[in-house]
């Protein structure tokens, strides 16, 4: 059997029984149900259910959006996933000033990166700017599919957090880690939307 999310069973001298294990925005909830109660499971399910509908699913079942435009002193740019870098032009076979971007490949969800070569603008700033508008425009859509592929987990979720309580069996781990058809129908719908 596999284990519920966020409830942990517990034994030693002085604890028996389930607790809730679930944090968000930095507090932390844990109701405990001892085993002299024989609905223990049962009433520690619907008490992480009720912090789940009132807060939401855990990461470990969603997806993250990510952040569009965020200062950053790590990166030479001053801004997060944008990079001032050199590339080798291996038809020349010369290096070559471009500023590259981090994104993310619309159709299969996976990181990537695209470059913009500095001499193809009239100034550095330029070609910054352009950068920057490629990549909140990538990285808008990729949060508008990721809105949709976790409104997909979340009404899978919501049936599956109800079984578990039916049937005291472990249901949600299903819906752990990544999915690519879920996330091939949300690109899909998303796209749709935007042709349309």
């Not at 607790?19 to 909830?29: D, G, I, L, N, T």
């Not at 981090?102 to 500095?118: C, D, E, G, V």
Request: hydrophobic letters at 30%; glycine letters at 4%; charged letters at 30%.
């Amino acid at each position: 059997m596999k284990n519920f999310l966020n409830i942990s069973r517990i034994e030693s001298d002085s604890v028996n029984g389930y607790q809730v294990k679930y944090s968000v925005a930095k507090r932390e909830y844990q109701p405990f149900f001892g085993f002299a109660d024989k609905d223990a499971l049962k009433h520690c399910l619907m008490a992480r259910n009720a912090l789940y509908r009132e807060h939401g699913f855990p990461r470990s079942v969603l997806l993250e959006e990510i952040p569009i435009s965020k200062h950053s002193s790590k990166s030479s740019t001053g801004w997060h996933g944008t990079y001032d870098r050199e590339e080798v032009d291996y038809r020349r076979g010369t290096s070559v000033s471009v500023i590259s971007v981090s994104i993310r490949n619309l159709q299969t969800a996976k990181p990537t990166n695209r470059s913009f070569r500095k001499q193809h603008y009239k100034t550095e700033k330029a070609c910054l700017n352009a950068a920057k508008r490629f990549r909140k425009n990538n990285l808008m859509s990729y949060n508008a599919i990721v809105r949709r592929y976790n409104d997909s987990i979340v009404n899978e979720a919501e049936h599956l957090i109800d079984e578990e309580i039916k049937t005291l069996e472990s249901q949600l781990h299903q819906l752990k880690g990544f999915d690519p058809a879920r996330w091939e129908r949300a690109y899909e719908q998303e796209m749709g939307r935007e042709s349309s």
